[in-house]
Nanobody, 113 residues
Framework: QVQFVESGGGLVQAGGSLRLSCAASGSTFSINAIGWYRQAPGKQRQWVAVIYSNGNTDYADSVKGRFTISRDNAKNMGYLQMNSLKPEDTAVYYC???????WGQGTQVTVSS
């Protein structure tokens, strides 16, 4: 019903910034929350942030104060502004509605030290 495509990843130096985008298509009227997740090599996928239709947001402790999640419902877009990046932020980042059980291909974020 709904598909999510991530973009905006790349190579950034520690302390730098990056903005990820999440384009939703299909039955976008059914989207309540948009979540960002990440998976580092050899580690399990973990939740990073979520934004609800009412604008409320929540963040994992590891990114709180550094990352900002937002959405533009008119454009069917979600965003993750990543500031003060650390090498431990290196991972493939995914976006999707938390209630869905399928994932896209994600976008690679690499933070060099």
């Amino acid at each position: 019903q709904v598909q999510f495509v991530e973009s905006g990843g790349g190579l950034v130096q520690a302390g730098g910034s990056l903005r990820l985008s999440c384009a939703a298509s299909g039955s976008t009227f059914s989207i309540n929350a948009i979540g960002w997740y990440r998976q580092a090599p050899g580690k399990q996928r973990q939740w990073v942030a979520v934004i609800y239709s009412n604008g409320n947001t929540d963040y994992a402790d590891s990114v709180k104060g550094r990352f900002t999640i937002s959405r533009d419902n008119a454009k069917n877009m979600g965003y993750l502004q990543m500031n003060s990046l650390k090498p431990e932020d290196t991972a493939v980042y995914y976006c999707k509605s938390p209630d869905l059980d399928y994932w896209g291909q994600g976008t690679q974020v690499t933070v060099s030290s």
